[in-house]
């Protein structure tokens, strides 16, 4: 079955730097792209970042600049390199996957940034 399991969040300074992973199974991962969104209290759940299988990419208007989306089709996972951090990027962040038209999602990994 389609697992998806993020890790590297965790409590960082404003400025500061953190690099998520997302460690994929079940799928043919170089095939397909994925995605980084990322949910805060209260506020609707916002895509970050895409990859597609040609490492083609998108970012938010809000993150452009600042974070680099990656994959290494040899470990199947995608990481997100986060710099430049603010405070207004805490939320918890979700590798997400789309596969037969249906959404596969992690349990997400909470960033938090505060002095």
């Known amino acids: 079955q389609v697992q998806l399991v993020e890790s590297g969040g965790g409590l960082v300074q404003p400025g500061g730097s953190l690099r998520l992973s997302c460690a994929a199974s079940?799928?043919?991962?170089?095939?397909?792209?994925m995605r980084w969104y990322r949910q805060a209290p209260e506020k609707e759940r916002e895509l970050v970042a895409v990859i597609d299988p040609v490492d083609t990419t998108n970012y938010a208007a809000s993150v452009e600049g600042r974070f680099t989306i990656s994959r290494n089709n040899m470990e199947n996972t995608v990481y997100l390199q986060m710099n430049s951090l603010k405070p207004e990027d805490t939320a918890v962040y979700l590798c997400?996957?789309?596969?037969?038209?249906?959404?596969?999602w992690g349990q997400g990994t909470q960033v938090t940034v505060s002095s």
């Open positions: 079940g799928f043919t991962f170089s095939s397909y792209g």
């Open positions: 997400n996957v789309w596969i037969g038209g249906y959404p596969y």
